[in-house]
């Protein structure tokens, strides 16, 4: 197995913690993609993804699957280890949605706020700009980390009482919004004491 990816980067850090969390780094070769010179724009890497992004995961059968969720839901049935998708059907639902908030709210608002509203990766790549879309997904992020701060004062975790996937993306998403200069309002204060717990999980502090 192979993962395309670029160390660091938020969605490639997703893939990276799911599999520490289950124990597997060591069980697939990372192939590093070099972004900022356009390598996942090219037609060679389009082959494997067409959607031009890092990660992409390629199993030794020559398939390759893109997107977070789809890769991290193969690495969970794939290895042994903390379960981060849910093991029954309401767990499953739950981890879902709140995957799906996560990414949707909070990372991806982070992404088009980053791309947008500020110089990004740098003129060769953001070759389209909308400075205020950005200001307005930025305000996304903000509403987003206020909703998961809510969440989080009746559960310990984001989809109930296990940590999963959607703890995973959160977790990056907040990450990619310290890199942005988005800081976690003060007054959140159960966001950032899970944030502080999920710091110290073993896959994420090694």
């Known amino acids: 197995m192979k993962i395309y990816d670029v160390e660091g980067f938020p969605n490639p850090a997703r893939i990276r913690i799911a599999l520490a969390e289950k124990n597997a780094k060591d069980k697939v070769e990372f192939v590093a993609v070099d972004v900022m010179n356009g390598e996942h724009r090219s037609e060679a890497f389009k082959t494997k993804n067409p959607d031009a992004v890092v990660p992409c995961l390629e199993l030794d059968d020559g398939t390759f699957i893109s997107q977070c969720t789809a890769i991290t839901e193969y690495i969970d049935a794939a290895f042994e280890g903390q379960n981060l998708t849910g093991t029954n059907a309401k767990e499953r639902g739950l981890v879902h949605m709140m995957n799906r908030r996560a990414e949707a709210g909070l990372l991806d608002a982070v992404g ?53 996937m959607a703890d995973i993306t959160a977790f990056a998403g907040l990450g990619f919004a310290d890199f942005a200069k988005i800081e976690i309002p003060s007054n959140l204060t159960n966001l950032a004491a899970w944030r502080e717990k999920v710091a110290a999980r073993p896959s994420l502090a090694s």
């Open 112 to 164: 088009d706020y980053f791309h947008h509203a500020t110089p990004g990766l740098g003129p060769d790549l953001e070759t389209y700009q909308n400075k205020e879309w950005g200001e307005k997904r930025r305000e996304v992020a903000l509403s987003t980390m206020a909703y998961l701060n809510d969440i989080l004062a009746k559960t310990p975790f984001l989809a109930g009482n296990n940590f999963s």
